[in-house]
């Protein structure tokens, strides 16, 4: 489902844990980082689309999650023509995409990247709300930045750190707020939940 100007409509969310981080995906068999995200089908809301979407790609029921807030306007972000099936150039251009935050009142082991047969993320990690971009692929970076920026003022308590959002910045000693680190990691090596491959049933290292 496309609109007139070749943009499918499509719903991202951003999930925070209890430490204000957020769950990162790492796509199938890639090493592209990402946060979840999905089309919107026809007859659907944005809401109803991200519900189910949640579902899908992290395995989370509605009563998993409370929706602090969602971007005002559609965020647009154009796809290279190489990332494009042949058949569709020429009319899709890329996503529109309303922008939800959410809070995790579940439990880590409430999240399931298996929850269908084809699953996007094969592992998945909290990380800083100002997460360094470049491990997401180029042409999505400027709407990540668009879309946390605006979500930040609803962040559930005060971050007063920095905003590292450029290419290769992480913060350093006292900048990273050391509350935030994952227990038992450092603050350069976040937390990993490895899946196995559905096709192996092997894990990913």
Known sequence: MLDRDGFRPNVGIVLLNQKNQVFWGKRIRTHSWQ??????????????????????EVGLQREHVRIVARTRD????????RFIRR?????????????????LVGHDWDLNLR???HPEFDAWRWNDYWVPLDAVVEFKREVYVTALTELS?????????NRFLRQG??????????D????????????VSWEPDPQTGNEHA
């Open 35 to 56: 946060f979840p995200q999905g089309g919107i089908d026809r007859g659907e809301t944005p809401e109803q689309a991200m519900i189910r979407e949640l579902h899908e």
């Open 74 to 81: 559609w965020l647009r972000y154009e796809v290279p023509d």
């Open 87 to 103: 058949d569709s150039r020429g009319f899709y251009k890329g996503q529109k995409q309303i922008w939800f935050l959410l809070q």
């Open 115 to 117: 929850a269908t047969d």
């Open 153 to 161: 003022r609803f962040l559930p308590r005060n971050d007063h750190r």
């Open 169 to 178: 910045v992480r913060p350093t000693g006292s900048e990273s707020g050391g």
């Open 180 to 191: 935030d680190a994952t227990e038992g990691h450092t603050n350069a090596t976040p937390e």
